[in-house]
């Protein structure tokens, strides 16, 4: 118990040298691209599941917004994969770093509003005024829009990070308290054991749900501008 709480968020090294791009790029091997006319049964899976979830996201896009199909599918396999491998043992996040969030949501969403101030600069100015707004309210309205429009990254980020690492910091804490009571009282070692287990199951849910919450809000500020 007197390992730092925190110690698993630490960027791992190796010979004193960050890791961080290799453990990034290890998903990518987990989807392969089959080459042969009949693919196997993990190829087929993976194109059905990406099929509906690009069919989900791209319904309400029009064809411009449909270009950013590659992108979107892209981001939410590799958030979905890289929080479901820092799931397991001796493993690293790197989706509960808020630099990493913020390198993937800032880049996005800019893209996404520049788009709209670039196709549709009278639609996209008028969202910093209401329609039928009073007078005297005009440039308390506009300040407050503004202010809204540029934390929508910061959201993004946060969000992901907060639910990711709340949920490895509750494994780590039930974990380690199974362990203490294992010597003390076996039963309610046994309880806290089967928490573990549901919570370890409800990590596994809440680390897809949060890829496509993050990819879905980027697609919704996409569908806003284009």
Do not use: C
């Amino acid at each position: 118990m007197n390992e730092n709480l925190f110690a698993s968020f630490i960027t791992p090294t190796l010979a004193g040298l960050p890791i961080v791009v290799l453990i990034i790029a290890f998903p990518s091997i987990l989807f392969p691209n089959s080459n042969r006319l009949i693919s196997n049964r993990w190829v087929a899976i993976q194109q059905w599941l990406i099929t509906v979830i690009l069919k989900q996201m791209m319904m309400m896009h029009n064809i411009k917004g449909r270009t950013w199909s590659l992108m979107l599918v892209s981001l939410i396999l590799f958030i979905g994969s890289t929080n479901l491998l820092g799931l397991l043992p001796h493993t690293f996040t790197p989706t509960t770093q808020l630099s990493m969030n913020l390198g993937m949501a800032i880049p996005l969403w800019a893209g996404a509003v520049i788009t709209g101030f670039r196709h549709k600069t009278k639609a996209s100015l008028a969202h910093f005024l209401p329609q039928g707004t009073p007078i005297p309210l005009i440039p308390m309205l506009i300040i407050i829009e503004t202010i809204s429009l540029f934390i929508q990254p910061m959201a993004l980020a946060v969000r992901l990070t907060a639910n990711i690492t709340a949920g490895h910091l509750l494994i780590h804490l039930i974990g380690g308290a199974t362990l203490v009571l294992m010597s003390i009282s076996t039963p309610t070692a046994m309880i806290t054991f089967i928490i573990l287990i549901l919570l370890t199951i409800l990590e596994f849910a809440v680390a897809l749900i949060q890829a496509y919450v993050f990819t879905l809000l980027v697609s919704l500020y996409l569908h806003d501008n284009t």
